[in-house]
């Protein structure tokens, strides 16, 4: 099915790809339409009898790096594909990912985004055929699906029609430089912890304060960074 929202994913392990597109709200706005995914294996683009996707470094050093040809081909196929994507690698050289980048993307026409292995791609490639890198955060990953993951969850929760709720998108982004106050439901007490008293008053204004009050004192303690543009 054609959608308004087409992601092509470049890879050389489409299977990790498969239980998470098919499970949860992912899946779900897949079935509706609302966006599709297309897996590209970077091995089916090789030419060589042995189907090598990678190779030594030039000048030496540990481990290897993703040959020019197969992902360049792969690439071109994507970019014919879904024309005007952004080609997005995956990588921990990459731009930090934010929020307001996954806001960004979801504004479309889609994604092409390219999963690295190995010790990365040839500076060629990055260079020429590349429009975006992008790193998920600062901790070592055995490559870029997981990272491509998370980006496909952020960015497509945000098309119109997916979460199915306008208003709780907006009220998101009014909320990004707060970390939520505590939530609670029944039964009022558990194993002896009680629910605080003023969420049980009815008082819709003392209800409003406390959350308020919380989720400053929560953002003051584990987030200060979130409060110093304020
Ligand atoms: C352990 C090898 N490292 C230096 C000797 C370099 C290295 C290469 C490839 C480290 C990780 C990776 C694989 N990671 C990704 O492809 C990746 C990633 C990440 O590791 N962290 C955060 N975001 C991303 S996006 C892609």
Redesign the pocket.
Known sequence: MTSSFPIRILTLFPEFFDSPLTTSLTGKAIDRGNFDVELSNIRDFTTDKHNKCDDLPYGGG??MVMKPEPLVAALEDAREAIPGAPRIL???Q?TP?TQSLARELSRGPGMILT??????VDERVRQNWIDLE???????????E??AMVIVDSVTRLLPGVLGNADSIAEESFSESRLEYPHYTRPQNFRGHEVPEVLLSGHHGKIAQWRRQKALERTQNRRPDLLDDE
């Open positions: 540990a481990g995956l990588t921990p990459g990912f999963c690295g292995r190995y010790e990365g992008i790193s998920i955060g600062d901790y070592v990953l055995t490559g870029g997981v990272a």
